[in-house]
Structure formats: structure tokens, C-alpha cells
């Protein structure tokens, strides 16, 4: 039995396998089973009946994160004699769960920049502006990269008792599959408007492995509306008549608003609708009607009350006049002259004061505004009330009471007792009992109140007008009378109040035109009997669990609610006060016949506590309709968490460089904080930032500062720093809350060191690159920012080239910059790639990146190591050659020259151009049969002529890899590079060239053996080349000699072949002489060479008319003479024609003349030669010296005198390197070179001849007969025996007329041993052929 293995989650899950067992026998048996942990088996033992199956569970429950096998062990039988054995095998594994974002909904869901900054993870799901009301749904996704099954929780962090669920999650707990995703749905709904809530969820997995945080943000967003204009005047208008005009109620946001205006229609202004809706982006317009019964200026400030949104107010204004009554005109200009008389307390004058301190010059008009002069002085009473002026709680009060109350919070100007009268039952067409409201002036000037809408109302004022002196208080009695059973009575009385002077236009400048107050007093009462059942009243309260937002102690809050009337009859609603006086309400009460009405609710927190409150809503004034509203709140301190107890301990930093670390802050209360980081330095200077320095931070939300720490000195600092916070309030200053934070941190200096202080990588080939691999180490105590940099060395020959640059050429590095921890190291990979022909030096350097740039001690660059490479182009250079064949007749200086080796070694040591290096070898191809040039290396390489059926002419070629570098050559024909094309593009058109080059190809005319390699540095490989003479042919080839990632030499590789019996003479188009300095009285002879490549002597005759012409020209002086202008060429040699070039003047010179040949070709040859201007003779020997000594050197003054310019030189290889097996013997030099020498002397040159053979070998010297005149050999032959040596002295006469000398000198050697037996063998023919002659045999048996 086997258990396959498998994955399981480490102390959480258990895995179980069923396993059928089967027992076979005759008889019963018990068995029982020995099982390690931690696997187990159940049941763990039982008895099995004859040939019964019991089928058993294996489990696996590991308790750590290994793999686990184990054998199990079954025993059954008598005596437990029987065994079976089963192999379990499991993996424990931890699980892990990670919450991303969905790809899908990136835009929306953002992950924290703070994953991987901070301890743990987490997510950030922002829900940004929702409306009120509103649910918006946002996702994330649980992804398990674990091979086991992964249970999580996702567990909501408590925000306190009042914390507002506006955040729901869809799932709380569940399992993810491995290599599986769960996701899960996180929703908002908002309901109180400005608020940003923050909630956090953790997400655990079962055992607590892993844990992640998502913390969700949003911002309830409510409706914005504006008003077309903050006051509608209705202008002047007669007493009786109508004026109206239209108030425009704007909503700008997309969230719909419902809104209720503040006052009654029987008003003087009366608005066609109270209430409304105004949808998203739409205009709500109201038509205001004013009807003015009484001949005064009217003015009313009304409060426009909106759910979810600050209220707002318009100022109504308008005057009505009469043939006989005039008042002052009331304009909207009179409103703000009214706010600047307020703040300087005139407005507690009436206007004839006014003027009369303008005219007794206490005050100063300009304009519209009113300046106090310094001698007058305020009434005790008014400068009292002026200095209570203030705007803290206006809102509210406006609300309660919609007179104008910019000075809320001080004494107002006019005052009622009451505000709200209740008269209760009264029998319909009866007057009740009366109720007095008292109006009380507190201002310095008498005043007027008329009740404009009093007669004909159910509730009548009496008196409808009266004065009323300067600090007095009038009463006025309102009695109720309905005319209708069975209902409820609501209305809104108005009181306008105003300076008498204001009656009159006449008795007032405008200047000292003061608006109106309004009082109103809401009067309620009904004619329902005692006992009778009034309405049913059918009422829906939008919210009845209002959560408040948090205040400080004595700072107020509000929140708004809708009362809607569902039914068809009118409802009238009183709110029962709280006897603590925490909540409030307005409109306490009122007459809901409208379809709804707006409530404002107040929260006044005493002290720092939660505060519940159940509210009742009276309805129809029977408590068996009673509603209730539940209003809680709660009053709050700033409370802000700091984490590690105010403690935070930056790591070691390097001096001038600066560190970072996070610090969490909480905000524990349900107030918005704003904060302020303040930082107090220490005795030793540091700079310490934080980010931010400032802000806000949300109820129960956790914020990471990131604090920096950047030391000036190696030292160790402690600072402190400050947080201050406070709750922002609109309506009284918070008070600051300062919590300290302990800050410690050390400066110290940092290093970076290097494994290699030199890394040399030697030679690398130019276009290849060569890798190190570099270990930085970071030895001190704190981490370091670094950046690398080069700055690197050209070393040529000549010159020394210095580059600094960020990134030198040719040294990548795999990363320049980083962050290397403390005590840790990091590798690099260093890689060069050579782009000069040059030793390069390169520098690494290191720069610890600081970000204070104040002076500090710190090392900010440094050395890590240097980098040595060499680069350099593969090369080859010819070091020797040898002929043998049909070029074996040549000497090694006439091959040299015929290949133009030293053309060729010029060629490969210089450096190739892009073109060459474009492609390589196994790249180097063509469509066309020529192939394109590349190259202006350009060589010949000639194997002469030979007569059709002669041996091949062969070539041996010795290259040398005379670099350091691997050197990888080929010999490539046109073959080799030809890419022969499809046959349907192949045009089959060859050219004249074409079908030459495809013929020499085809009959191999020029083989190359072989034609390619590659040799180390220092190694040598012999190359043959070879050119056949089967038939008569003119041949020329062109081979491409490419070396890879190096040089492109085009070899054009030519043979003669000529018929048997004939003679073809060579000769060149150009001849240069060497130049000769004017005034030289002995001019070197110099020598132009011609060569007979065939079988029969051909005669020469040079035509000399030219150089006769030239000499009439140039004053009858012989500048070119020939020496030599008829004679003989031997078959396969070449002759010496001697000229002698004399200029006259430092010019060149030219002349053509013409070479006949005997078998009648003739061809035109261009003698060149240069006159130089003669140097003076400084080294002429003094009187007295060695003038009797001879010696064999010229001086070097003479010597520059006579050969200014020697004649060109070939570079042939003195020593031999090339041998064959079959030789007899070697020479030590192959090139004797004897300099210039002055006439009638001589000089010695030995030359070693050595038996390198088994036998014995004789040698002799041959000389040509031109060198016989000058050279001397000794011992002119001789005789070797195997391994022997000889010593040749060559002795060299000056004797002639000067000039230069080249001769091939040959050493022949016979092998004397199969010489002797060939000259055996020929005396013994010879004997058999004499004795032939003298001797017969007589074969006829005749005789």
C-alpha cells in the first residue's frame, strides 16, 4: 500500500485517505496498527472476520512546515505474527493569503504606497465623494499562493461605542482553494455629509501566518445649493398693490436636496411653495409676492432650511407708501451701511442722532462709512453690547428666530418674550383668553411696532401699532379666535420694528437709513373639544437613530432630519425639550399641512462623554401617537495614539547622508485632528524632517509619517519633537494637545571596500567582452547609498588619452547604484568590451550619495579598484615563406617581392575599418558571384610564369599569431562566399570576369591548404599555396583573407602558364629611382630588374633618344644614363640593367623609354626619379685624425650626402623557418645584409652551412657572374658528414663606382652517399656496355 503525497496546511487542517483493507484467510483475526506521528490511522486496531473488508482512515495533521514520510505497520494474526507495511507521505506547508486589488478596478482601488514600507501589508480601498444615502460597492480580491487550502477571518477593528456602520463587508470568514482567489465585496453608505469615515479590517489567516490590513476611506458628499441673489427688493410700491419676484434655488452637485423656507404665507412676503426638492444639477424657481398694507419700509431676513446642508438666507426687503404717508426709501446699499453701523455700535442710535453727532463733529462721514472721532465716547450700555458681537453659534438662532442677527451672541435691537404662543382648545366663532407678548426696545432712539397682517386674522394683535421709548418695553395682547370646528390653527405673526424718523424720507439723509427688525411670534391653537379624537396622523420620521458628529465640550453640532406628513389631513408636531439641555430642536413644533418639513437638530456636549438621548415627537398633541427619535452623540478631546510609547530610534547613518523610518500615529477619538510636527535640536547639529509636517487625520484613522534623520557628526543624538494637535471647530478655538516624541539616532562614517584592489583581464579582442564578477563590502555600522562611476586611461604608443565619464566606453557595470546594508556585501558584474586599439586603465570609483550638502566629515568618494584590459585585433603576420615546384627556382627575396609580403604584413597590422567588421567568417556571404570589396587592403600575389605541363608552382607560407589573442583565419574563395540562389532567380547571365573566375575555380588553378584555422598567441601554422600549370592560361583569382573580428585583405592571386618554347618577358609599367641629393659627384648605380619567364633567351635593346633629349635639355648634363641598353636575358633568370641618376636641380624628373624585345614585343617603361637638395657637409675629418686608418664605414654625413633616400627594402627574413624532411642541410642566415660601405673597402659576413641528413653532402657555392666582381667566398665548396657544420666567410669589395647591389646567391648540395652508389651503378652499366662490345655468344649448335 502507497499514500500518495500531497500538501497540508501546518497545525491547521488534517488530511485523511481512505484506505480499503481486505483480509483474505479462513479464519478471523485481530489486528492492530503502529502509526508515528504525524500521521495516525482509525480505527487504530480492531478484528477482522473471515474473508471481510474494513475500510480505515489514514490521517495527516504535521505541526510544522517539513516533508514527512513514514512506514506503518499493520499487525495481525496469533500473536500478532503477520505484518504489512504501508509508506505514508505528506508535505506540511504554511498557509499564506495575500488581498490585492482586482486588475479590472485599479482606476478605483488603489493599493497603499506604504506595502513594503511598513511592518505587515495592507490595501487601501477609497470610495471618494458618495452622497448621502447613497451605496457604492468596491472589491478586493483574496488570492492563496499556497499549495494548501487556506482558511481566513476578516475581522472589523472597533471604532468606539458611536462608531457609525457605514462600511459592511460581504464575507467575514471563509477558505480559499490553493492557487485560488475569493472576492469580496466592501460597501459604503454614508449618511452624515462632510464626515470622511476610516474603518479598518484585518485580514487573519487560521493560525495567524500572515495578516493584512485593508483600510477603507470615504466622504459622504451632500448637496450644494446656492441662490440667485442674497436680497430681493421689491422696490416702492403704493399701499394695496402687488409686487413680485422670483428667488432661484440652484443645485450644483448631483445629490438632490430637500429644502423648506422658514416662514408663513400670510406673510407680508409671501413665497408661492415653503417647500421643495431640488433634483442634481437643477434650478428650483420661487415666485415671492409682497403685499404691503401699512406705508413703511419692510425688511425680513428668512432662513432657507436644507436637509444635509448649511442653511441659507435671503433678505426680503421693500417700502409701500401712500398719497399722504412717504417713508424712506429701503434700498440694499442700507443693509451694508447697517453692518459697518453695527460693528462700531451706531446702529444703536436712531437717525436723527446720528446727524446730530455729525453735526456736532463726533463723527466723520466718507462715503458710506462712519468714523468714531477719538473724544466721543460709546454709552456704557452699547460699548458693552458691542463687544459682545460675534458670529459663534448664528446658525442656530437665525434658525429659532429669522431676525437680522449678525450681532448673534450680544444684545439684539429689538426683542419678544415669547416666541411661540399656545392658546389650546377654543370653541369655534369665541374669542380665548388673551396672551401678552411684550417687545422690548434696546436701542438709544424711539421706536415703532406695527403688526401689518393683524385684522381679519384668527389670531388679532391689539394695538396693531404702538411706540415704543428707548429702553422701555411695550405689551401688546393676542387673543385667538377661530371660525372653523374641529381644526388646527397655525400662524405666524409679524412685528416690524424701525426708528420713528423712518416714517418720514424727509427727516433723514441716507446715510442714516437703518432696515427694520422683524419679530415674529407663532401663535397655535385648535377646536377640537376635550376627549374628541382629532386626526389620525400618519407621519414618517426619515432618520429616527441620528448619530451627531463629534465636538469638542461646549462647541455645538447639527444635523438635520425630515419630518414627512404621509396622510391627507394636517398634523401638528411638538419635540419634548431634553431636561439636560444637550439636545435641541427647530422648529420645536409646528403645523404640518405640507407635505414635509425640515428639522434641525443641536448637539451642545458638556463634557468629553457619550451622550444618548430619546427624544419625543407629541403628535396632535395625544401621547397614544407618540414617535420616538433616538439622538446620541458624543463630546471629545483630541486623543491621539503615538506608537513604541513616544519612542523612535533611527538606525546608524552615514555623516551627510541622511536614513528614513515610519512612525504610526492613531487618532483614538471621533474627531478630525489637525496636526503639527515641531522639532527641538539637541546640543549637537542634525537635521531632522518629517513627512508630512502637517495636516489632518481622520477619526480612528492610523497615519505612517516618515521621519528622516540626517547627522552632521559621528555621534550619537537624542532630540525631541512635538506633536500638536487639535480638533478644527467652526465655532470656539480648540484647545492644542502637545504630545513629546523622543528621537535617538548615531552618525557614523561610511566605507566601501572592494574583494580586488586590481583586476587585470588581460588581452581581449576588440567587439568581444570579457565579465569579472566584484564583491562590495560595506564594513561600517549604518547603510549606505552609493553610486559607481569610471574614469578611465587610454595607453597608445605616443600618447595617453584620460576619460571621465559616468559610464565609460567599453566597462558596463550591472548596476551602478544602490543600497548597500550595513555589514553586507552585494556582487557586480564588471564587463568590458574594448573599443580602442590600446591598454585601457579604467578607475571604479564609488560616490556615497549624501543629502545634506553642508560640510561634513564624511568620505564621499573613493577608489574601489582598478581595471586593466588590453584590447586589441586578432593578427597574423608572415614570417617566412619557401617555393617549391616550379617556384622553387626563386630565391626567398624574388617570392617576397612576387607576393609583396611586406605589403601584405602591413596590411594585417593595421587596424580594420566598420565595413570589416560587419560581418565574420561564417556571415561574410553574397548573392553575387563577386563578391563586394570591403576592403582597400589590396595585395598580389604572383607565382610567376611557367610553361604549360611544369610542376606546380608552390608556395609555402608560414603565419604567425603574433598577438595575444586567440586569431581565427580564413582563405576565402568566391565559391566559399557565393549563396547561390533559387533556380528561379538565378538570371544563368555570367560576365567575361564571371566565367573566367568560375573556370579557374572549376579546374582549382589556386588551391590553398588549408584554408582555415585559428592559433593561440605565439603559435605557427604553415599554409600552401598552390598553382597549377596544366594548360595555358593567364589566371587571376581574387581570395579573401579574413581574420574574424579583425582585418579583410583581398589577395588577387595570378599565374602565368605559357605554351613550351617560349619567352615572356615582365616588365613594369613604372620605375622609380631611388632620390639623389643635387651636387653629388658620384652617383649610386642603381638597378632595374628584368625577369624571363620562358625557355629561350631573349635579346633587349633599350631606345636612349629620350635621355639624349633630356640631356639637351638639362645644359648637356647626363641626368639618367643606362649603363647597360642592349643584352641578353637567360631562360627563367632575371638581369640587372644598370642607370645612374644625376640631377641638377631638386625637381622630379621624367622620361619614357621604350624596351625591344628579340621576339618582338616592345613595351614603354616611366623612369621617375626625385633631386633632393644637398645637406651640408658638417662631418668632414679634422687635420690630424686617423686619415691613414681605413675603414670600412663611410661617415654619416657623407653617407646622408650620397644616399639620401636608400632604396626600397624588403623586409625578408633572415632566418630560415620552414623545413622539410627531405632536406640535406641549412643555412644559418638566408639574408646577408652588408649596409653601406665606403669605396675601396670590404667587410666580412659568415655563413653557417649544416648537414642535416643521415649521409655525408657536399656543397658549393655559385655566384652570378655581376657578383664575382664584388663578393668572395670561402671555402667556396666542400664536403659534410652527418650533423656536421661549416663555416662560409662572404667577403664583400667595394671596388666599383658606387652604387646598389642585390644578388641571389645559391648553396647547392648533392647527397654524396647515393651519389658514390649512382656512380657505382654507372661504372658498372658502362662495364656491361664495353664488355658487350668485345664479347658474343655463339648460340648455334651447328658448330
Known amino acids: 500500500?502507497?499514500?500518495?503525497?500531497?500538501?497540508?496546511?501546518?497545525?491547521?487542517?488534517?488530511?485523511?485517505?481512505?484506505?480499503?483493507?481486505?483480509?483474505?484467510?479462513?479464519?478471523?483475526?485481530?489486528?492492530?496498527?503502529?502509526?508515528?506521528?504525524?500521521?495516525?490511522?482509525q480505527p487504530l486496531s480492531g478484528t477482522l472476520l473471515r474473508k471481510e473488508a474494513c475500510r480505515l482512515k489514514a490521517f495527516f495533521a504535521p505541526k510544522s512546515a517539513h516533508a514527512f514520510d513514514a512506514e506503518v505497520i499493520c499487525y495481525f494474526g496469533q500473536n500478532r505474527k503477520y505484518s504489512k507495511r504501508m509508506k505514508l507521505e505528506g508535505v506540511g506547508k504554511y498557509p499564506h493569503l495575500v488581498a490585492e486589488l482586482p486588475s479590472s478596478k485599479k482606476d478605483t482601488i488603489l493599493q497603499s504606497k506604504s506595502v513594503g514600507l511598513f511592518s505587515g501589508s495592507e490595501i487601501v480601498i477609497k470610495f471618494n465623494d458618495v452622497p448621502v444615502g447613497a451605496t457604492v460597492e468596491k472589491c478586493f480580491d483574496i488570492k492563496n499562493v499556497a499549495p494548501v487550502i487556506g482558511h481566513y477571518s476578516i475581522v472589523k477593528e472597533s471604532g468606539g461605542e458611536l462608531c457609525d456602520p457605514v462600511f459592511s463587508c460581504s464575507t467575514l470568514e471563509g477558505s480559499v482553494e490553493p492557487h485560488s482567489a475569493h472576492r469580496i465585496k466592501v460597501s459604503y453608505m454614508p449618511n452624515t455629509v462632510n464626515v470622511v469615515s476610516v474603518v479598518y479590517y484585518t485580514l487573519t489567516t487560521q493560525g495567524g501566518v500572515s495578516k493584512t490590513t485593508i483600510k477603507c476611506m470615504g466622504r459622504c458628499k451632500g448637496p450644494k445649493l446656492t441662490i440667485s441673489e442674497d436680497c430681493l427688493n421689491f422696490g416702492n410700491i403704493a399701499c394695496g398693490t402687488v409686487a413680485t419676484s422670483v428667488l432661484h434655488i440652484r443645485n450644483e452637485s448631483d445629490v438632490p436636496a430637500v429644502y423648506q423656507l422658514m416662514m408663513d404665507q400670510s406673510s407680508v412676503f409671501s413665497p408661492d411653495v415653503l417647500c421643495g426638492r431640488v433634483g442634481g444639477g437643477m434650478v428650483q424657481s420661487i415666485?415671492?409676492?409682497?403685499?404691503?398694507?401699512?406705508?413703511?419700509?419692510?425688511?425680513?431676513?428668512?432662513?432657507?432650511?436644507?436637509?444635509?446642508?448649511?442653511?441659507?438666507?435671503?433678505?426680503?426687503?421693500?417700502?409701500?407708501?401712500?398719497?399722504?404717508?412717504?417713508?424712506?426709501v429701503l434700498l440694499p446699499k442700507h443693509l451694508k451701511y447697517f453692518h459697518k453701523m453695527l460693528k462700531s455700535g451706531l446702529s444703536r442710535f436712531s437717525p436723527e442722532q446720528i446727524q446730530q453727532f455729525?453735526?456736532?463733529?463726533?463723527?466723520?462721514?466718507?462715503?458710506?462709512?462712519?468714523?468714531?472721532?477719538?473724544?466721543?465716547?460709546?454709552?456704557?450700555?452699547?460699548?458693552?453690547?458691542?463687544?459682545?458681537?460675534?458670529v459663534p453659534d448664528s446658525t442656530y438662532q437665525m434658525v429659532a428666530n429669522d431676525n437680522i442677527r449678525i450681532d448673534a451672541g450680544a444684545l439684539p435691537h429689538v426683542s419678544a418674550d415669547v416666541q411661540y404662543l399656545q392658546f389650546g382648545y377654543c370653541l369655534e366663532r369665541t374669542t380665548s383668553e388673551a396672551k401678552v407678548v411684550n417687545i422690548t426696545n434696546h436701542t438709544q432712539g424711539k421706536v415703532?411696532?406695527?403688526?401689518?397682517?393683524?385684522?381679519?386674522?384668527?389670531?388679532?394683535?391689539?394695538?396693531?401699532?404702538?411706540?415704543?421709548?428707548?429702553?422701555?418695553?411695550?405689551?401688546?395682547?393676542?387673543?385667538?379666535r377661530p371660525h372653523k370646528p374641529s381644526q388646527f390653527y397655525s400662524n405666524e405673526l409679524e412685528c416690524f420694528v424701525f426708528y420713528k424718523s423712518l416714517r418720514d424720507y424727509r427727516q433723514i439723509d441716507d446715510y442714516a437709513i437703518t432696515p427694520p427688525w422683524c419679530v415674529t411670534v407663532k401663535g397655535f391653537g385648535h377646536t377640537f373639544p376635550p376627549g374628541t379624537e382629532t386626526f389620525l396622523p400618519k407621519v414618517a420620521v426619515e432618520n429616527r437613530n441620528i448619530v451627531m458628529p463629534a465636538s469638542e465640550p461646549g462647541s455645538p453640532v447639527y444635523a438635520t432630519t425630515v419630518i414627512k406628513n404621509t396622510g391627507d389631513s394636517p398634523i401638528f408636531y411638538e419635540f419634548q425639550s431634553d431636561p439636560k439641555g444637550i439636545f435641541s430642536v427647530r422648529p420645536e413644533r409646528g403645523l404640518l399641512s405640507d407635505s414635509y418639513h425640515v428639522v434641525m437638530v443641536r448637539m451642545l456636549p458638556k463634557e468629553a462623554r457619550t451622550y444618548k438621548h430619546v427624544m419625543k415627537i407629541v403628535l396632535n398633541q395625544s401621547a397614544k401617537h407618540d414617535q420616538d427619535v433616538l439622538l446620541s452623540g458624543s463630546g471629545e478631546?483630541?486623543?491621539?495614539?503615538?506608537?513604541?510609547?513616544?519612542?523612535?530610534?533611527?538606525?546608524?547613518?552615514?555623516?551627510?547622508?541622511?536614513?528614513?523610518?515610519?512612525?504610526?500615529?492613531?487618532?483614538?477619538?471621533?474627531?478630525?485632528?489637525?496636526?503639527?510636527?515641531?522639532?527641538?535640536?539637541?546640543?549637537?547639529?542634525?537635521?531632522?524632517?518629517?513627512?508630512?509636517?502637517?495636516?489632518?487625520?481622520?477619526?480612528?484613522?492610523?497615519?505612517?509619517h516618515l521621519w528622516e534623520f540626517s547627522p552632521l557628526e559621528s555621534v550619537s543624538y537624542c532630540l525631541t519633537a512635538t506633536l500638536s494637535v487639535q480638533a478644527s471647530s467652526k465655532h470656539k478655538r480648540s484647545k492644542k494637545c502637545k504630545l513629546p516624541l523622543e528621537l535617538h539616532g548615531e552618525g557614523c562614517v561610511g566605507k566601501i571596500t572592494c574583494d580586488s584592489v586590481c583586476v587585470d583581464f588581460g588581452t581581449v579582442v576588440i567587439g568581444t567582452s570579457s565579465s569579472r564578477k566584484l564583491v562590495l563590502t560595506n564594513p561600517s555600522l549604518c547603510n549606505l547609498q552609493y553610486q559607481l562611476f569610471t574614469e578611465q586611461t587610454l595607453k597608445e604608443e605616443g600618447r595617453v588619452t584620460a576619460i571621465k565619464m559616468d559610464t565609460s566606453h567599453g566597462v558596463q557595470l550591472s548596476h551602478s547604484e544602490g543600497v548597500l546594508p550595513a555589514g553586507g556585501q552585494?556582487?557586480?558584474?564588471?564587463?568590458?568590451?574594448?573599443?580602442?586599439?590600446?591598454?585601457?586603465?579604467?578607475?571604479?570609483?564609488?560616490?556615497?550619495?549624501?543629502?545634506?550638502?553642508?560640510?561634513?566629515?564624511?568620505?564621499?568618494?573613493?577608489?574601489?579598484?582598478?581595471?586593466?584590459?588590453?584590447?586589441?585585433?586578432?593578427?597574423?603576420?608572415?614570417?617566412?615563406?619557401?617555393?617549391?615546384?616550379?617556384?622553387g627556382r626563386w630565391s626567398k627575396a624574388r617570392l617576397w617581392e612576387m607576393?609583396?609580403?611586406?605589403?601584405?604584413?602591413?596590411?594585417?597590422?593595421?587596424?580594420?575599418?566598420?565595413?570589416?567588421?560587419?560581418?565574420?567568417?561564417?556571415?561574410?556571404?553574397?548573392?553575387?558571384?563577386?563578391?563586394?570589396?570591403?576592403?582597400?587592403?589590396?595585395?598580389?600575389?604572383?607565382?610567376?610564369?611557367?610553361?604549360?605541363?611544369?610542376?606546380?608552382?608552390?608556395?609555402?607560407?608560414?603565419?604567425?599569431?603574433?598577438?595575444?589573442?586567440?586569431?581565427?583565419?580564413?582563405?576565402?574563395?568566391?565559391?566559399?562566399?557565393?549563396?547561390?540562389?533559387?533556380?528561379?532567380?538565378?538570371?544563368?547571365?555570367?560576365?567575361?570576369?564571371?566565367?573566367?573566375?568560375?573556370?579557374?575555380?572549376?579546374?582549382?588553378?589556386?588551391?590553398?591548404?588549408?584554408?582555415?584555422?585559428?592559433?593561440?598567441?605565439?603559435?605557427q601554422q604553415k599554409v600552401v599555396l598552390t598553382a597549377s600549370h596544366d594548360q595555358v592560361i593567364k589566371g587571376q583569382l581574387p581570395v579573401l583573407l579574413k581574420i574574424n573580428k579583425g582585418r579583410e585583405v583581398l589577395l588577387n592571386f595570378r599565374s602565368t602558364t605559357i605554351e613550351g618554347g617560349t619567352s615572356l618577358i615582365r616588365l613594369p609599367q613604372e620605375y622609380s629611382f631611388a632620390p639623389i641629393a643635387i651636387g653629388c659627384t658620384a652617383p649610386p648605380r642603381q638597378s632595374f630588374k628584368v625577369y624571363n619567364g620562358g625557355d629561350d633567351t631573349v635579346s633587349y635593346e633599350i631606345d636612349t633618344s629620350p635621355l639624349e633629349t633630356m640631356k639637351e635639355e638639362n645644359y648637356m648634363m647626363d641626368v639618367v644614363q643606362c649603363l647597360q641598353p642592349k643584352g641578353e636575358i637567360p631562360p627563367h633568370q632575371s638581369i640587372a640593367i644598370e642607370f645612374v641618376f644625376s640631377p641638377l636641380e631638386a625637381k622630379r624628373y621624367v622620361v619614357d623609354l621604350f624596351v625591344n624585345l628579340s621576339n618582338g614585343d616592345s613595351a614603354q617603361v616611366t623612369f621617375v626619379g626625385d633631386g633632393v637638395q644637398s645637406p651640408g657637409l658638417g662631418g668632414q675629418q679634422e687635420d690630424g685624425g686617423n686619415q691613414g686608418e681605413e675603414t670600412n664605414k663611410p661617415s654619416s654625413a657623407l653617407t646622408d650626402y650620397l644616399f639620401p633616400v636608400e632604396q626600397k627594402k624588403l623586409h625578408v627574413p633572415a632566418h630560415r623557418q620552414i623545413h622539410f624532411q627531405e632536406e640535406l642541410g641549412t643555412l644559418s642566415v638566408e639574408q646577408l645584409r652588408f649596409g653601406h660601405l665606403s669605396l675601396f673597402t670590404f667587410h666580412h659576413k659568415l655563413v653557417q652551412v649544416t648537414n642535416t641528413s643521415a649521409h655525408t653532402v657536399s656543397f658549393i657555392w655559385e655566384l652570378p657572374e655581376a657578383a664575382k666582381e664584388v663578393l668572395k667566398l670561402y671555402p667556396p665548396s666542400g664536403y659534410l658528414q652527418p650533423g656536421e657544420t661549416c663555416l662560409s666567410k662572404v667577403t664583400f669589395y667595394s671596388q666599383c663606382s658606387p652604387s646598389f647591389h642585390d644578388f641571389d646567391l645559391q648553396c647547392k648540395m648533392m647527397n654524396e652517399s647515393k651519389f658514390a652508389a649512382y656512380q657505382d651503378a654507372l661504372a658498372k652499366w658502362e662495364d656491361t656496355q664495353e664488355e658487350k662490345q668485345h664479347l658474343f655468344t655463339v648460340t648455334s649448335r651447328d658448330l
Open 637 to 704: 478631546h483630541p486623543l491621539v495614539s503615538l506608537e513604541h510609547k513616544g519612542q523612535l530610534y533611527f538606525r546608524p547613518t552615514c555623516v551627510g547622508a541622511s536614513s528614513s523610518i515610519p512612525y504610526k500615529i492613531q487618532n483614538l477619538c471621533r474627531l478630525p485632528l489637525h496636526y503639527q510636527w515641531r522639532v527641538t535640536s539637541g546640543s549637537r547639529e542634525c537635521h531632522v524632517l518629517v513627512s508630512p509636517t502637517s495636516g489632518t487625520i481622520q477619526p480612528h484613522e492610523v497615519q505612517h
Open 358 to 390: 455729525i453735526q456736532d463733529g463726533k463723527i466723520s462721514v466718507n462715503g458710506s462709512s462712519m468714523t468714531l472721532s477719538d473724544d466721543f465716547t460709546l454709552p456704557s450700555d452699547v460699548a458693552e453690547v458691542v463687544s459682545q458681537i460675534r
Open 1 to 41: 500500500m502507497y499514500i500518495m503525497p500531497t500538501y497540508v496546511c501546518v497545525c491547521v487542517y488534517i488530511l485523511c485517505y481512505w484506505i480499503l483493507y481486505t483480509y483474505i484467510r479462513d479464519t478471523s483475526t485481530d489486528f492492530i496498527w503502529e502509526v508515528p506521528e504525524p500521521f495516525d490511522v
Open 826 to 887: 552585494c556582487t557586480i558584474t564588471v564587463t568590458v568590451k574594448p573599443w580602442e586599439n590600446a591598454l585601457t586603465v579604467t578607475n571604479i570609483r564609488y560616490k556615497i550619495i549624501l543629502t545634506n550638502k553642508k560640510d561634513c566629515s564624511a568620505q564621499v568618494e573613493d577608489i574601489l579598484c582598478l581595471l586593466k584590459v588590453n584590447g586589441v585585433y586578432p593578427t597574423l603576420v608572415v614570417t617566412d615563406l619557401k617555393g617549391t615546384g616550379s617556384a
Open 899 to 1019: 607576393l609583396s609580403i611586406d605589403r601584405l604584413v602591413g596590411a594585417l597590422k593595421d587596424e580594420p575599418s566598420v565595413e570589416e567588421l560587419r560581418y565574420a567568417i561564417a556571415t561574410r556571404h553574397s548573392t553575387r558571384r563577386r563578391v563586394p570589396v570591403r576592403t582597400r587592403a589590396l595585395v598580389d600575389f604572383d607565382f610567376g610564369i611557367s610553361p604549360v605541363g611544369s610542376p606546380p608552382s608552390i608556395i609555402h607560407l608560414m603565419l604567425k599569431n603574433d598577438g595575444d589573442s586567440r586569431t581565427e583565419w580564413a582563405f576565402q574563395f568566391p565559391e566559399d562566399m557565393y549563396l547561390e540562389p533559387e533556380y528561379w532567380a538565378d538570371t544563368g547571365e555570367l560576365d567575361e570576369i564571371e566565367q573566367h573566375e568560375l573556370h579557374l575555380t572549376s579546374q582549382k588553378l589556386f588551391q590553398v591548404s588549408p584554408k582555415r584555422g585559428h592559433m593561440e598567441p605565439g603559435q
Open 448 to 480: 415703532m411696532c406695527i403688526w401689518p397682517h393683524s385684522a381679519g386674522n384668527v389670531f388679532q394683535v391689539i394695538p396693531e401699532e404702538r411706540e415704543i421709548q428707548a429702553g422701555r418695553t411695550v405689551s401688546f395682547t393676542i387673543a385667538f
Open 287 to 328: 415666485p415671492v409676492t409682497f403685499t404691503p398694507p401699512r406705508p413703511i419700509a419692510y425688511h425680513r431676513r428668512v432662513c432657507l432650511l436644507i436637509q444635509h446642508h448649511q442653511p441659507l438666507f435671503v433678505d426680503l426687503l421693500g417700502t409701500a407708501f401712500t398719497e399722504t404717508v412717504r417713508p424712506a
